[in-house]
């Protein structure tokens, strides 16, 4: 049984930090990339960022760049989104998610939801003004 569980969010005021995590078991996902999503209340589910299963690739969405931060542990089946300077439009619920054959090649990064294969539950974000 593959399982994703994501942990971390929370209430935060605007221009707070929260840091999200997501554990991977059942499988190895040395070999996946593991992403973030999130999707705010009557929205589509976006991409907020991607990291490569080596670590050495990484891509954000616009709206996140330079605020976030995507890593993964050693293990290379745990990764974080660290999230800084946080606004309103930032509340959303968060999702990890893994997606295979990711090489690394920023012009092919999976950004769009049928490129991965597993998902966690969600963790709800909320940013105060």
């Known amino acids: 049984q593959v399982q994703l569980v994501e942990s971390g969010g929370g209430l935060v005021q605007a221009g707070g930090s929260l840091r999200l995590s997501c554990a991977a078991s059942?499988?190895?996902?040395?070999?996946?990339?593991m992403g973030w999503f999130r999707q705010a209340p009557g929205k589509e589910r976006e991409f907020v960022a991607v990291?490569?299963?080596?670590?050495?690739?990484?891509y954000y969405a616009d709206s996140v760049k330079g605020r976030f931060t995507i890593s993964r542990g050693n293990a290379k089946n745990t990764v974080y989104l660290q999230m800084n300077s946080l606004k309103p439009e930032d509340t959303a619920v968060y999702y990890c998610?893994?997606?295979?054959?990711?090489?690394?090649?920023?012009?092919?990064?999976?950004?769009?939801?049928?490129?991965?294969?597993?998902w966690g539950q969600g963790t709800q974000v909320t940013v105060s003004s």
């Open positions: 998610a893994a997606a295979p054959l990711w090489t690394g090649n920023r012009s092919a990064a999976p950004t769009r939801l049928y490129e991965y294969d597993y």
């Open positions: 059942g499988r190895t996902f040395s070999r996946y990339a």
């Open positions: 990291i490569s299963w080596s670590g050495r690739s990484i």
